[in-house]
């Protein structure tokens, strides 16, 4: 509240009442004639205060627009961390927008272009370069350094994952480890005679377990062993736990030629063909329809992400399972981070500071921190995974914790959407022995150098 003070003498004010008075004589008000002898004259003023009271004017409401992926059962999440958002932030409110995956970069460049884009933006790790490169982003290298953002704060790497060339684009609200840990059946391990304390650890104990776990009758299979579920967003985990390069840190050098890689893509390609062979494998696993074929129990072992923990939770309580860290070959990383999801500011935002705000709460505050928790997974902020309630109740806790320190951070690149493709190629060729896995990887590290070579020439 401003105050405006006006200071009037008592005898001033007096003298106006007076002057302005009906039937005041003008002689009253005017000066006195008579001479006056005074030896000594002691004028005393009191001053009267007159207070205004300006109030001022409210701070105009904002409507930050928040661009995101969190659908299904994460949909009514998403609403509450953004209510609670607004209820701490008075004269700020969200438009969130549910975004496909498919065509996004196209739409968001378009966006920024004509002026149009959101005040927050949810991209994952691995789509974020192509975004910094075309000027889509801000840079928040300034704003966390004022807040006093530690890198230590976060694990190493969803860290890593956040900036490219140099500077950082967002913070991670998901982690990108614990994204491809071992599920099994804890029933079905009982059944085989295998004990379910002791998962397998290695690529050799995950063969031989998956052979014994294997039900079929003639050439039908029944139950598969391990469900690999290979595609080429999890091709670098098969990579990390090999310890086989793909890329130079930089991105500029492509390095996939080498024997890990081979190794490890050999080793995909026995253990399906140890179950029936691709084409087996592929039609068993469609025939279930959406069911998912661990969750109705037709695979006994599987790979998945920390995601999976609610989301057997919600549709298959009953089920008798457990989890461990993904068996490896070579090396100490049991899984690649190739992206968790981060919260950014694109180019263009018309309320940077109240963004900054909201991308803060999704992701190093509460509003982060309690979405994770209602879906019993773990945040990249350290802080909050030990006050998490979830630690005290599930006993995968520490499988989760151990993996997150486990996880080798990838090198970004702006081709990772053509290198994918590449590698579903490279896939499709080795599994179906259309190739030999060398062959495969050979054929496959041409193309990404080719592909690079070209891009990074026209920049």
């Known amino acids: 509240m401003d105050l405006a003070r006006e200071r009037v003498t008592r005898r001033v004010l007096l003298r106006t009442l007076v002057c302005t008075a009906a039937g005041a004589s003008l002689g009253a008000c005017g000066p006195k004639t008579t001479p006056q002898v005074v030896k000594e004259t002691q004028v005393v003023r009191e001053t009267i205060e007159v207070v205004k009271e300006v109030t001022a004017a409210p701070a105009p409401e904002v409507k930050l627009t928040l661009w995101h992926h969190w659908g299904g059962t994460r949909e009514p999440l998403m609403k509450k961390a953004l209510d609670d958002f607004a209820a701490r932030n008075q004269g700020l409110t969200v438009e969130p927008t549910l975004i496909p995956w498919d065509r996004k970069e196209e739409a968001v460049l378009t966006a920024v272009a004509a002026g149009q884009a959101p005040d927050v933006l949810m991209l994952n790790a691995a789509e974020m370069p192509p975004y910094a490169l075309n000027k889509a982003l801000n840079p928040i290298d300034d704003m966390v350094a004022q807040v006093g953002i530690q890198a230590e704060e976060v694990y190493e790497s969803d860290w890593k994952a956040s900036s490219y060339a140099g500077k950082q684009w967002g913070l991670p609200q998901t982690v990108g480890g614990a994204a491809f840990l071992l599920f099994f059946n804890t029933a079905s391990f009982v059944g085989a005679g295998l004990d379910p304390t002791k998962p397998p650890a290695t690529w050799g104990e995950t063969l031989e377990a998956a052979t014994t776990l294997l039900k079929k009758e003639g050439d039908e299979i029944k139950q598969l062993g391990l469900l690999t579920g290979v595609t080429s967003w999890s091709w670098l985990n098969f990579l990390a736990e090999n310890d086989a390069a793909w890329l130079s840190p930089d991105g500029r050098e492509v390095q996939m030629d080498n024997q890990g890689a081979v190794e490890a893509l050999e080793w995909i390609v026995h253990v399906t063909d140890a179950q029936g062979g691709a084409e087996r494998v592929a039609a068993f696993t469609s025939a279930g329809g959406d069911a998912d074929p661990f969750m109705s129990g037709r695979a006994a072992m599987t790979y998945q992400g920390v995601w999976q923990y609610y989301i057997i939770k919600t549709n298959a309580p ?34 940077t500071a109240e963004a900054w705000k909201l991308l803060l709460w999704l992701t190093r505050e509460a509003g982060g921190c309690d979405f994770l928790t209602a879906q019993l997974r773990p945040s990249p902020w350290k802080a909050c995974n030990e006050n998490s309630p979830v630690s005290k109740v599930a006993d995968y806790w520490p499988v989760v914790l151990s993996a997150l320190d486990a996880t080798r951070a990838e090198p970004l690149t702006p081709l990772f959407n053509r290198f994918a493709s590449i590698w579903d190629e490279m896939l499709e060729k080795a599994m179906h022995h259309q190739s030999t896995a060398a062959e495969a990887i050979k054929w496959a590290a041409a193309e990404m150098s080719r592909a690079n070579e070209e891009f990074w020439a026209k920049q």
């Open 318 to 351: 009953e089920l008798e399972y457990s989890s461990a860290l993904a068996p490896l070959n070579r090396g100490k990383w049991h899984e690649a981070n190739y992206g968790p999801h981060l919260y950014t500011l694109p180019a263009g935002t018309k309320h």
